[in-house]
């Protein structure tokens, strides 16, 4: 059995480690999970959140790329993947569509789209009768259309750690950080003009905690423990973030810059639109409009 003093001097060094646990969050595990309806960002409901448009703007996203050309490697694999996700056009026509201030039309499928079209034309004149069915409606069109991409992925740019032992006893903190950069830029159809181009990045964290204890306790007695706790943030989720991010900023970019107007123009001045200009740095204390419907900054 251990001694009264080694056991107290055991039981401190265990109540010194606990707060460990607190830097890489409180993770609860269990056999079965349900599925959910979908994950909300930080920045999600500042999207949502936004002043209502004058009037939606219809836009197409052909192809929202994974620019980095970065692949990671699995241990289990006998191939090489690609180091982030490759559905960032799905998350970008989500985000948009979460906005409410665009109405997001099919391209990335747009092969897929006309071929159906295709068959129910010639369903319609093989077999229906006297032509009574009238035609298709014409596509809808954008006036505005998005490019860009994850444009970098950098891995391991802060690393570092902490640690103590004694007589054995003792833990490890370490951390990682890598970072996501998206660039997204609005382009008129009309003329190939660049409206506006907005970046964003994202930090990924990964923290790793170990705690162990390794001593005799006395003659041919070895007390050996161990525990330990790790946690990855997803990836696809950072992504999500940064592309929600970046539809958040063109939003509020437009509108200061006359792109797309305001339901309610005293709406300019909204917490949510000040909160995004305190970020930015800018030093307009109110934003108003003229008689002439000129956008004024007072300082």
């Known amino acids: 059995m251990l001694a009264r003093s080694q056991f107290y ?60 050309g970065q692949y990671k490697y699995h241990p289990t694999a006998t191939t090489f993947s690609t180091a982030i996700t490759q559905g960032a056009t799905s998350m970008l026509i989500k985000a948009l569509e979460d906005s409410g201030w665009f109405i997001p039309v099919e391209r990335e499928g747009l092969p897929n789209l ?22 298709l409606p014409p596509l809808l069109y954008a006036g ?35 970072s996501i950069t998206i660039y997204l ?25 170990d705690l162990g204890v390794y001593r005799f306790i ?4 070895l007390l050996e423990a161990e525990t330990g706790l790790s946690y990855n943030e997803p990836t696809q989720m950072c992504v999500l973030e940064a592309i929600e991010k970046a539809v958040f900023s063109l939003i509020v970019e437009g509108i200061i ?4 107007e305001l339901k309610n123009k005293q709406d300019i001045n909204s917490p949510i639109i000040k909160k995004y200009l305190k970020e930015r740095g800018s030093v307009e204390k109110m934003l108003y409009f003229d008689k002439e419907g000129n956008l004024k900054k007072v300082k």
């Open 218 to 221: 006395r003659f041919k007695r």
């Open 185 to 209: 830029r609005a382009v008129s159809t009309k003329n190939g003009k660049v409206l506006k181009s907005v970046m964003t990045r994202k930090v990924i964290l990964s923290r790793e905690i």
């Open 114 to 135: 006309l071929t159906e079209r295709k068959i129910i034309r010639a369903t319609r004149k093989n077999y229906s009768k006297n032509n009574e069915l009238p035609p």
């Open 144 to 178: 505005l259309l998005l490019e860009g991409g994850v444009i970098a992925y950098e891995t391991n740019i802060v690393t570092g750690g902490f640690g103590a032992r004694y007589f054995g006893i003792g833990g490890s903190v370490e951390y990682r950080r890598d």
């Open 9 to 68: 001097s055991f039981l401190s060094i265990i109540i010194l480690l606990i707060p460990l646990y607190g830097c890489g969050g409180v993770i609860k595990t269990t056999v079965k999970t349900n599925p959910t309806i979908k994950y909300t960002t930080a920045i999600h409901k500042d999207l949502i959140s936004l002043p209502p448009p004058k009037k939606k703007i219809v836009v197409s996203v052909y192809k929202f790329r994974d620019q980095t």
């Open 257 to 260: 810059d006359g792109l797309w």
